[in-house]
C-alpha cells in the first residue's frame, strides 16, 4: 500500500471525531432564562407613534386612550404573531397603519377618510 492510502486507513493526521456535546434541556414547557426574559421585555414594548403619525393624530383630532393605545398593542401582538411586517389595525371609527416589527404607528385615519382610501404594501388587516 501507497503511504497515503496507509495513513488514511490507520487515522494518522486525521482529526479526531468528537462527540457533540450535550446541553441539558430545560423541562418542557419552560423556555431559558435569558430568551424567557428577551421575549417578555418584546412583549412588553409600547406602541410608538412616527411623527408624521403624531401630526395625524393632531390634525384630525383622534385622541387615544389607555384604553385604545392598550388595544393597538394587543392587535399588534397579534400581526406579529402571524408574521405580519405592515399591517392596518381598523377601530370602529378610525384606522392606523403599524409598521409590526418596529412597533410603530406609521400613520392615523378617521373613519370617514380610511373608507376612501386605498391601503398598499401591508400584509396583514387586524379588526380590534
Not at 16 to 30: A, K, L, N, Y
Not at 33 to 43: S, W
Not at 72 to 101: H, I, T
Not at 103 to 113: D, G, L, S
Amino acid at each position: 500500500m501507497d503511504p497515503i492510502t496507509l495513513a488514511r486507513i490507520s487515522g494518522v493526521g486525521t482529526a479526531p471525531s468528537v462527540s457533540p456535546s450535550r446541553h441539558p434541556s430545560p423541562p418542557p414547557g419552560q423556555v431559558p432564562g435569558d430568551f424567557q426574559d428577551a421575549l417578555q421585555a418584546q412583549l412588553e414594548r409600547p406602541v410608538r407613534f412616527s411623527a408624521h403619525a403624531s401630526a395625524r393624530l393632531r390634525s384630525r383630532g383622534i385622541h387615544l386612550t389607555p384604553a385604545d393605545r392598550s388595544a393597538l398593542s394587543a392587535g399588534v401582538d397579534a400581526a406579529a404573531a402571524k408574521g405580519a411586517r405592515d399591517a392596518v389595525l381598523l377601530q370602529a371609527d378610525r384606522a392606523f397603519v403599524v409598521n409590526v416589527p418596529n412597533r410603530v404607528v406609521i400613520t392615523a385615519h378617521t373613519n370617514a377618510e380610511a373608507r376612501a382610501r386605498v391601503y398598499s404594501g401591508i400584509d396583514a388587516a387586524v379588526v380590534l
